[in-house]
């Protein structure tokens, strides 16, 4: 089963959770604000993706940040950062086994997902 971690009323999410649906591929949806991210889930997710691909740097949460909470070069620093703001990951974040994905790309979920 998928585990999907987003923000309900993100756009992207949204389009994303509507295409599982429609496919009927079985997954758990994580609303980060409901159920606010551990530090060591982020860890686990920085273990598989470099933070310079998780982080979503268009959105305002990045812009707001300091040059120095910017620079990415401390997995721990950027772990603390998405535990507190989590809206700075990419969404929707999918685990699949021992994958994770950010992002929504319809062909690439079809390859992945059906």
């Given at each position: 089963m998928l585990r999907v971690y987003g923000i309900k009323n993100c756009d992207t999410v949204k389009k994303s959770l509507k295409w599982l649906d429609k496919n009927e591929v079985d997954y758990e949806f994580i609303d980060v604000r409901e159920q606010p991210l551990q530090?060591?889930?982020?860890?686990?997710?920085?273990?598989?993706?470099?933070?310079?691909?998780?982080?979503?740097?268009?959105?305002?949460?990045?812009?707001?940040?300091?040059?120095?909470?910017?620079?990415?070069?401390?997995?721990?620093?950027?772990?603390?950062?998405?535990?507190?703001?989590?809206?700075?990951?990419?969404?929707?974040?999918v685990e699949s086994g021992q994958a994770v994905h950010c992002g929504f790309n319809e062909k690439l979920w079809s390859e992945r997902y059906l």
């Open positions: 530090k060591e889930t982020v860890n686990g997710w920085l273990q598989k993706l470099p933070a310079e691909s998780l982080v979503n740097k268009r959105s305002t949460s990045w812009r707001d940040l300091s040059d120095q909470q910017k620079s990415l070069e401390d997995s721990n620093t950027v772990a603390e950062l998405i535990v507190e703001q989590p809206t700075l990951f990419k969404r929707p974040l």
